[in-house]
T-cell receptor, first 116, second 111 residues
Framework: EAGVTQFPSHSVIEKGQTVTLRCDPISGHDNLYWYRRVMGKEIKFLLH????????ESGMPNNRFLAERTGGTYSTLKVQPAELEDSGVYFCASSQDDSQGPYEQYFGPGTRLTVT | GNSVTQMEGPVTLSEEAFLTINCTYT??????LFWYVQYPGEGLQLLLK?????DKGSNKGFEATYRKETTSFHLEKGSVQVSDSAVYFC??????????FGAGTRLFVKA
């Protein structure tokens, strides 16, 4: 069974440009999460989808970030326009529907974003 | 502020040495606690977990015990191997489905 995949693995863009990150969760996982790790600090939660709906987007830093999950399968995270402080590693994770918890989130390898 | 605090790295050990990576948390109630590991070039993997006080999570020779008195979840391994070199993240359930992570501790094991 394929794990969570992310594309691209690395992206280098200039300040002011737009970047779109993609995440393909494990097939059948309704829950999809985005996290990011900035400059070797803690990994921070960005948002959580249940199927195509945003369940919790409390971690989204500002309106330059837009996440979508049309059709409830893969998800994209767009940063527009990118700023220097957006540099970091963006992780995607997915989990099965488990209202009882605790759940196991399966993580992708991450996309390393560098804004210059 | 961050509610999961773990020891700063890097930690460098020789093979077969004893490993401890300290982790403490702040939370209301008793959240689930986790250790994740990220090997070079790979994604995060759940290493072990504990869901209630005094539970001991264990996997691949690693152990951690949920201590509510000290709000700690220290990771231990009796004899590390070179293949254990990775970044280790302590984490807790954050309410709902989110996970709150510490800053990570990089471990280097020398042959």
């Amino acid at each position: 069974e394929a794990g969570v995949t992310q594309f691209p693995s690395h992206s280098v863009i200039e300040k002011g440009q737009t970047v779109t990150l993609r995440c393909d969760p494990i097939s059948g996982h309704d829950n999809l999460y985005w996290y990011r790790r900035v400059m070797g600090k803690e990994i921070k939660f960005l948002l959580h989808f249940v199927k195509e709906s945003k369940q919790d987007e409390s971690g989204m830093p500002n309106n330059r970030f837009l996440a979508e999950r049309t059709g409830g399968t893969y998800s994209t995270l767009k940063v527009q326009p990118a700023e220097l402080e957006d540099s970091g590693v963006y992780f995607c994770a997915s989990s099965q529907d488990d209202s009882q918890g605790p759940y196991e989130q399966y993580f992708g390898p991450g996309t390393r974003l560098t804004v210059t | 502020g961050n509610s999961v605090t773990q020891m700063e790295g890097p930690v460098t050990l020789s093979e077969e040495a004893f490993l401890t990576i300290n982790c403490t948390y702040t939370a209301t109630g008793y959240p689930s606690l986790f250790w994740y590991v990220q090997y070079p070039g790979e994604g995060l993997q759940l290493l072990l977990k504990a869901t209630k006080a005094d539970d001991k999570g264990s996997n691949k020779g690693f152990e951690a015990t949920y201590r509510k008195e000290t709000t700690s979840f220290h990771l231990e391994k009796g004899s590390v191997q070179v293949s254990d070199s990775a970044v280790y993240f302590c984490a807790r359930g954050g309410g709902g489905f989110k996970t709150i992570f510490g800053a990570g501790t990089r471990l280097f094991v020398k042959a």
